[in-house]
């Protein structure tokens, strides 16, 4: 069955820390992405990549980088956690040989930035 | 310019009754996907059901269907008969062009069945 897993369901930090997010698919994807979700924002895309040491910024790359050194590890960095990236992250994985594939998502993480 | 637009934030539906959820999009490619996702309450987000805009028929999945209208630049979601587990927040995204994975999502409509 497909999982997508994230390291933490809650997570909190201070401001300034560097915050690591982890996500594992076991599927064999090719794509992997990460979101955060706001209420009435619904989910805006932050990274992705289409393979391994590749990625591409999406809508709202500032104050984070990523990492995908191998093909089912993408990782999502705060460097200098802040008040304002207290939110909802949720990371999802889909395969590249039909359009209608579906993203496949973790469970998220809540992360808190005090 | 927001490319999905979900214009009700929020809904009550009686248990059995169907209930649809709108979805508009904007999109100047002539090939694109059309995607409606739930989020119970836990937070994991689940697939529901996929339209392709070459796709001739609507998409049915069980008690989930899609009024698709083209023309319209309309994607409606329609649950049949709901139950309570249906409670939950529902998204429509768009995927743009051939081969790009990128998805942008719609706010969400909260629904609640009430039994």
């Known amino acids: 069955d497909v999982k997508v897993t994230q390291s933490s369901r809650y997570l909190v930090k201070r401001t300034g820390e560097k915050v690591f997010l982890e996500c594992v698919q076991d599927m064999d994807h090719e794509n992997m992405f990460w979101y955060r979700q706001d209420p009435g924002l619904g989910l805006r895309l932050i990274y992705f990549s289409y393979d391994v040491k590749m990625k591409e910024k999406g809508d709202i790359p500032e104050g984070y980088s990523v990492s995908r050194e191998k093909k089912e590890r993408f990782s999502l960095i705060l460097e200098s956690a802040s008040t304002n990236q207290t939110s909802m992250y949720l990371c999802?994985?889909?395969?590249?040989?039909?359009?209608?594939?579906?993203?496949?998502f973790g469970d998220g993480t809540r992360l808190s930035i005090l | 310019a927001q490319k999905i637009t979900q214009t009700q934030p929020g809904m009550f539906v009686q248990e059995k009754e169907a209930v649809t959820l709108d979805c508009t999009y904007d999109?100047?490619?002539?090939?694109?996907?059309l995607f409606w996702y739930k989020q119970p309450s836990s937070g994991e987000m689940i697939f529901l059901i996929y339209q392709g805009s070459y796709d001739e028929q609507n998409a049915t999945e069980g008690r989930y269907s899609l009024n698709f209208q083209k023309a319209r630049k309309s994607a409606n979601l329609v649950i049949s008969a709901s139950q309570l587990g249906d409670s939950a927040m529902y998204f429509c995204?768009?995927?743009?062009?051939?081969?790009?994975?990128?998805?942008?999502f719609g706010a969400g409509t909260t629904v609640t069945v009430r039994a």
């Open positions: 999802a994985s889909s395969l590249s040989v039909k359009d209608n594939q579906p993203q496949h």
């Open positions: 995204a768009m995927r743009e062009g051939l081969g790009d994975y990128k998805l942008s």
């Open positions: 999109t100047s490619d002539q090939s694109y996907g």
